[in-house]
């Protein structure tokens, strides 16, 4: 390389490297050095995996920034008009790393789908995201794991899945936990959104435990049947306004109806 062309070198490097840091990162803070240092090692790997499951471009390409909030887990933009980046509460408070990614997954999921935006449809979606990043880094961290500790507890994402998809299982329907239990996916789905009033699916009563569970049944039934995650994006149109009343609106195209 000429020393005439080395700094122009530098100068791309620099500014691919702004790029990269500029939109789309993931910091966390807010928590002792050791587990913030942790935690940011598993953010970067949900992250990743949340972006490479849906293939499409996060509709906002701002940074992202975790913290632990005790008022639970939550997607904020720091400005709703204006924003200049999401903030992402997670009520984890120790080195509790399924639950980590557990929520995490589920608000990145929010991040993907538009943080504007939510309904019943766009939560299920969040927590299907939730359930495939507990199994996708299951399975990375048995075979490629960043240390041995994270190797031999590898496991435990999928059983965290496992138990959250159990429980909500446990409280349904007979003749629902029967049709799950012969894995007809279709006649779930459709079981799924004809008693959707069942499930308090309200905008007041979408953090109720009826309503949680009606999210990961359906979070099941995407992910068995193989529901196309671009497919799932398309979910969150149309785009919310920036009236704070736009939010809740019904998914648009896709609506319940994309359960049959
Ligand atoms: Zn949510």
């Given at each position: 390389?000429?020393?005439?062309?080395?700094?122009?070198?530098?100068?791309?490097g620099?500014?691919?490297?702004?790029?990269?840091?500029?939109?789309?990162?993931?910091?966390?803070?807010?928590?002792?050095?050791?587990?913030?240092?942790?935690f940011?090692?598993?953010?970067d790997?949900?992250?990743?995996?949340?972006?490479e499951?849906?293939?499409?471009?996060?509709?906002?390409?701002?940074?992202?920034?975790?913290?632990?909030?005790?008022?639970?887990?939550?997607?904020?933009?720091?400005?709703?008009?204006?924003?200049?980046?999401?903030?992402?509460?997670?009520?984890?408070?120790?080195?509790?790393?399924?639950?980590?990614?557990?929520q995490?997954?589920?608000?990145?999921?929010?991040?993907m789908?538009?943080?504007?935006?939510?309904?019943?449809?766009?939560?299920?979606?969040?927590?299907?995201?939730?359930?495939?990043?507990?199994?996708?880094l299951?399975?990375?961290?048995?075979?490629?794991?960043?240390?041995?500790?994270?190797?031999?507890h590898?496991?435990?994402?999928?059983?965290?899945?496992?138990?959250?998809e159990?429980?909500?299982?446990?409280?349904?329907?007979?003749?629902?936990?029967?049709?799950?239990?012969?894995?007809?996916?279709?006649?779930?789905?459709?079981?799924?959104a004809?008693?959707?009033?069942?499930?308090?699916?309200?905008?007041?009563?979408?953090?109720?435990?009826p309503?949680?569970?009606?999210?990961?049944?359906?979070?099941?039934?995407?992910?068995a049947?193989?529901?196309?995650?671009?497919?799932?994006?398309?979910?969150?149109?149309?785009?919310?306004?920036?009236?704070?009343?736009?939010?809740?609106?019904?998914?648009?195209?896709?609506?319940?109806?994309?359960?049959?």
């Amino acid at each position: 390389m000429t020393s005439a062309s080395r700094p122009a070198t530098v100068f791309f490097g620099c500014f691919v490297l702004a790029r990269l840091c500029a939109g789309e990162s993931i910091s966390v803070e807010g928590y002792e050095s050791g587990l913030q240092r942790h935690f940011q090692f598993i953010a970067d790997e949900v992250w990743r995996i949340a972006k490479e499951t849906f293939r499409i471009k996060p509709p906002l390409d701002l940074p992202i920034v975790c913290r632990y909030g005790a008022s639970g887990p939550v997607t904020r933009l720091d400005d709703w008009i204006h924003p200049s980046r999401i903030e992402i509460g997670i009520s984890t408070v120790g080195p509790y790393d399924s639950q980590f990614v557990y929520q995490l997954g589920h608000e990145l999921g929010h991040v993907m789908l538009n943080p504007r935006r939510s309904n019943a449809l766009i939560e299920a979606i969040a927590t299907a995201v939730s359930y495939e990043v507990l199994d996708q880094l299951s399975e990375k961290w048995k075979t490629k794991a960043p240390f041995e500790y994270a190797r031999v507890h590898a496991d435990e994402f999928r059983k965290y899945r496992e138990r959250a998809e159990r429980e909500a299982i446990s409280r349904a329907q007979p003749l629902l936990q029967q049709v799950i239990a012969e894995q007809d996916w279709e006649i779930a789905g459709a079981y799924l959104a004809d008693h959707m009033r069942d499930f308090e699916l309200t905008e007041k009563g979408m953090k109720s435990q009826p309503a949680r569970d009606w999210q990961s049944l359906a979070a099941i039934v995407f992910r068995a049947a193989k529901t196309d995650w671009p497919r799932l994006a398309r979910c969150a149109v149309p785009e919310p306004g920036l009236e704070l009343g736009f939010r809740y609106q019904d998914a648009g195209p896709c609506q319940y109806g994309m359960l049959r």
